[in-house]
């Protein structure tokens, strides 16, 4: 881990998403602030519901209705040529030369999508021809049998059907699909959560191989903070629409600033070590058309004092700063205006 660079491959600002109008919209993302360094592995945790896969529509544009993404930017930097550009404002010419060639998502449930009734190698070649158009055949059937083998499927399997294949198989025929255009980010909305524990681990560390050979930034989205301690660089967890802890993953394993991150923490059993009772956290996430005011996650919070219930917290360094210069919260028990050090969580957790 941490081959990535300091350069920013996608940042994104202020991202806002409402599904539906007025008063009745639900407020899915609210101001989300991210930025995605290339060649990094970043986590995005979150209970069901807080807006990760939201996240992940809306920042490549392939958010559906009635998803609307009502302000913000997400800045593509290619780190192989002098491309910059805004997603949410490129045109649909820009953004299909994009899409698979600088950013490739595997979506939940992806292994589901292989079209049934062509065969494994017909679907990979045709996904190169797209944008592949001066290759020729041999060139691009040399090419999917690479991406097989890559992916720990013998090339001969480009013979296959789908149903021929297991889950396992056909979710890495996804992850080679994905990785046809050599992108420079890959995005995962939980790769391998209709797989057995094995095989998901399996690929998750041959993904982990290929992303250290090839070089792309991953963006991993899981509910298992467990998994992501091991295997990401940085982890963001959402609550309620939001980023409210942004840290890389030794710190966030060491000492998680934000009472919620501390909560999906202890919710997950540990990988290694001693069984343990899981604390986890009381009461359920917020109504997103009815949010409460001040800080989302007051309510199921056991350290919420009364600032908490009036004032928003903003994702921002927390009051040890410089000791931590990657970490953001969005926790007022953080910040060094408002509340006293010594009784902080902080204190707890060092
Ligand atoms: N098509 C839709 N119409 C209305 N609301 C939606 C739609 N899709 C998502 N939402 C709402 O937006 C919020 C964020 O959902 P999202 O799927 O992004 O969360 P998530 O963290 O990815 O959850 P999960 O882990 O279950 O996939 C949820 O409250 C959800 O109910």
């Known amino acids: 881990m941490n081959v990535h660079s300091n350069q920013p491959v996608l940042e994104i600002r202020n991202l806002s998403v409402d599904y539906g109008y007025d008063d009745t919209a639900i407020r899915a993302l609210r101001g989300v602030d991210l930025t995605l360094h290339a060649g990094e592995v970043l986590g995005l945790a979150g ?9 992940a529509y809306a920042a490549t544009r392939l958010l559906p209705p009635p998803g609307l993404i009502t302000g913000g930017e997400v800045v593509f930097t290619s780190t192989r040529d002098d ?47 797209a944008h592949r158009p001066r290759q020729s055949a041999a060139e691009r059937t040399a090419r999917a049998h690479e991406l097989l083998e890559l992916v720990g499927i013998p090339g001969d399997r480009l013979r296959s059907y789908p149903h021929q294949l297991s889950g396992g198989m056909r979710q890495r025929v996804m992850i080679a699909m994905a990785l046809a255009l050599e992108p420079q980010i890959v995005i995962m909305d939980e790769p391998t959560t209709a797989l057995d524990v094995v095989v998901q681990r399996q690929i998750i560390q041959q993904l982990m191989r290929l992303r250290t050979e090839l070089g792309f930034a991953v963006v991993f989205i899981t509910h298992d903070v467990s998994l992501l301690i091991e295997l990401a660089d940085r982890i963001a967890v959402m609550y309620a629409g939001q ?43 917020p109504d997103l058309m009815a949010l409460p005011s001040g800080c989302a996650f007051a309510p199921r919070c056991r350290f919420a004092f009364d600032r908490c219930r009036t004032d928003q917290p903003v994702l921002t360094k927390t009051a040890l700063g410089d000791e931590e210069p990657h970490r953001r919260v969005a926790c ?19």
Request: glycine residues 8%; proline residues 8%.
């Open 47 to 55: 209970e069901s519901g807080c807006g990760k896969s939201t996240l």
């Open 83 to 129: 491309r910059r550009f805004d997603l949410l404002r490129a045109d649909d010419r820009l953004l299909r030369a994009s899409r698979w060639e600088d950013t490739a998502i595997v979506f939940q449930g992806a292994m589901n999508s292989l079209n049934p009734v062509y065969r494994i190698g017909r679907q990979l070649t045709d996904a190169i021809a």
């Open 243 to 285: 980023i409210i802890e942004d840290a890389t993953a030794v710190e966030m394993y060491r000492a998680p600033r934000h009472p919620y991150t501390d909560g999906l923490l202890h919710s997950f059993p540990p990988l290694h070590g001693p069984r343990q009772e899981l604390g986890g956290i009381p009461g359920s996430p």
């Open 332 to 350: 007022l028990q953080h910040d060094r205006d408002v509340t006293a050090i010594p009784d902080s969580l902080m204190v707890r957790h060092s």
